[in-house]
């Protein structure tokens, strides 16, 4: 399939969990939906193309940006998955949607593994992709020589904001054009990630998502062994996580499909959109 990126997308700011988040919605108000949680350093843009080529398909696509980020309020405090799931369920509270499909990328993985585990009657469908679950086992290969040096830079309270701030463009053009991503995404989405964290603020928004990694270990070591996940999970492999967390994965799922794109980096929804989109589309049929 050949996405297609003219698709018009109406832009929301809707309430949810003691903050409003920015939220990206198109397709048809009453078509299947789907819900996208997008990573680091991301915002709901990273799932344009995806979400235009779903929308034509008869999906509603449901794009929230996190909060601190984007066209959401900014954050104050820590960022742990119990927050961004209820933020995430909370969108489609305010929809008025009992349940809905779940997407999710890299740091936004957590988030929408700990929702399905929490409260599993409302994802009736999870596609994780380029992302580690933090205490779950299964990944050690990955990490084997520890995890990427940024890991540990954007962890240390208040340090990393401090020397990005000004930097913004120089800093996050890294992680957008550097080793991990093998076909361009676009001046655009960069242009949007680069103006969603520019400053201090939305920065830090974007930091404690790694500063939550150990508090995040026990939420999801907690939650999944208490329950399987028990609806029909996807992981998809691109360049850089590849199968680790299908690994992870099969230790905490009932039903696992492993899904992997060839020649792709990191940035799956922009890097391949097609194929991406044509795996959702099956997910839908089966």
Known sequence: MTTDTTEMFEE?????????????????PTAPPV???????????????VGSALAANGYR??????????????AQGPIDVSITARDALGVLDALDLTSATVVAIDAGVPTAVYAASIDPSRVSRLIVMEGVLP?????????????????????????????????????LGWFL??????HDIG????????????????????????????????????????????????????????NALSSQLAGVTETLTRAPIDDCGHIVPLEKPDELVDVLLDAHRR
Do not use: C, K, Q
Not at 155 to 160: I, W
Not at 177 to 182: C, D, H, I, K, W
């Open 177 to 182: 054009t550097g080793p991990s991503v093998r």
């Open 61 to 74: 696509a449901i794009a929230p940006d996190m909060r601190g980020v984007g066209g959401s309020d900014p």
């Open 135 to 171: 205490g779950i086992a299964g990944a050690e290969e990955f990490l084997s020589s520890g995890p990427p040096w940024w890991f540990g830079f954007h962890a240390v309270p208040g340090l990393a904001e401090r020397v990005v701030a000004g930097r913004e463009e120089e800093y």
């Open 12 to 28: 929301l700011r809707i309430p949810v969990n003691g903050t409003t988040v920015g939220v990206a919605l198109t397709g048809p």
């Open 187 to 242: 001046a655009a989405a960069r242009s949007a990630f680069v103006s969603a964290y520019r400053g201090i603020d939305a920065l830090r928004a974007g930091f404690e998502l790694y500063r939550a990694t150990g508090r995040n270990a026990e939420l999801l070591r907690e939650s999944l062994s208490a329950r399987r996940l028990t609806m029909p999970v996807w992981s998809v492999e691109g360049g850089v996580v590849g």
């Open 35 to 49: 819900l996208f949680v997008h990573g680091w350093p991301h915002t709901w843009e990273v799932w344009r193309p």
